[in-house]
């Protein structure tokens, strides 16, 4: 069953580089390694690289 996710249905975790939220992963919609996250950086922050082997990420940047 397909829907859409508002923002307002998305629990946000604060960190001291910014927010991020899940938007859609595991086990919410069945898909075992898709993630896509609404991400806010904090003006001047930036959130160090590293990689997750078993997961795909969908990264929209918006300015």
Not at 10 to 38: I, K, N
Not at 39 to 58: K, R, S
Request: aromatic residues 8%; proline residues 6%.
């Amino acid at each position: 069953m397909s829907r859409f996710v508002m923002k307002n249905e998305v629990e946000v975790t604060d960190f001291d580089w910014g927010s991020a939220g899940m938007r859609c992963a595991p086990p919410g919609t069945g898909c075992q390694t898709f993630v896509v996250m609404d991400v806010t950086l904090a003006p001047g922050a930036c959130h160090a690289f590293h990689d997750h082997p078993d997961q795909d990420e969908m990264i929209v940047i918006k300015s």
